[in-house]
T-cell receptor, first 110, second 122 residues
Framework: QSALTQPASVSGSPGQSITISCTGT?????????VSWYQHHPGKVPKLMIY???NRPSGVSNRFSGSKSGDTASLTISGLQAEDEADYYC??????????FGTGTKVTVL | QLQLQESGPGLVKPSETLSLTCTVF??????????WGWIRQPPGEGLEWIGS???????YYNPSLKTRVTISVDTSKGQFSLKLNSVTAADTAVYYC??????????????WGQGTMITVSS
């Protein structure tokens, strides 16, 4: 099984919006609404930002939103802030009863 | 507040077996609302799911690691363990244990341990 495909890097200026894509197949992202997103500051613990495609855990800023279309899920960060600079990973449940993570996207705030 | 804490040897020799333990504080592994899992991150690389289990004993693994991995649980101690045999340098990584939603937050890893660095080297 191959990792879900994410862009290696995305950048934006403070206040702007950016979107990170996560492309899978009809056996994972396209087949289930069990897509989650994680923020990972290097050296820290990954943090759940979005679950079940578009749901935010309590305490996560509403600047973070998720969506899905076909085999591609997306994470949008609006009103970009310096603290949003981190690595972001998507994850999906698969028809093989496994979990795949994405390749990871480094978000840079210019 | 539920917390997870990994413990392990830090350094493992090639061809030997890596053994890690995750201790759950402030909650029960037998909670029917959750699975529990292991994830790793090699240096400079992305996250990789290793395997997950449910308290009833249902366990499932990453196919690429399945022949070398065993996850077990000791509910009386509030711990679950990972064994990875025949390790090579490619198994060098930070290893995380995590709680995984089942009745809600389906399959999302919502609480993570701090992670433990494991280096495979002679």
């Amino acid at each position: 099984q191959s990792a879900l495909t994410q862009p290696a890097s995305v950048s934006g200026s403070p206040g702007q919006s950016i979107t990170i894509s996560c492309t899978g197949t009809n056996s994972d992202v396209g087949d289930y609404n069990f897509v989650s997103w994680y923020q990972h500051h290097p050296g820290k613990v990954p943090k759940l930002m979005i679950y079940e495609v578009s749901n935010r855990p309590s305490g996560v800023s509403n600047r973070f939103s998720g969506s899905k279309s076909g085999d591609t899920a997306s994470l949008t960060i609006s009103g970009l802030q310096a603290e949003d600079e981190a690595d972001y990973y998507c994850s999906s449940y698969t028809s093989a009863n496994t979990h795949l993570f994405g390749t990871g996207t480094k978000v840079t705030v210019l | 507040q539920l917390q997870l804490q990994e413990s392990g040897p830090g350094l493992v020799k090639p061809s030997e077996t890596l053994s890690l333990t995750c201790t759950v504080f402030g909650g029960s592994i037998s909670n029917s609302n959750y699975y529990w899992g292991w994830i790793r991150q090699p240096p400079g690389e992305g996250l990789e799911w290793i395997g997950s289990f449910y308290y009833t004993g249902n366990t499932y693994y990453n196919p690429s690691l399945k022949t070398r991995v065993t996850i077990s649980v000791d509910t009386s101690k509030g711990q679950f363990s990972l064994k990875l045999n025949s390790v090579t340098a490619a198994d060098t990584a930070v290893y995380y244990c995590a709680r995984q939603g089942f009745s809600s937050r389906y399959y999302a890893f919502d609480i993570w341990g701090q992670g433990t660095m494991i280096t495979v080297s002679s």
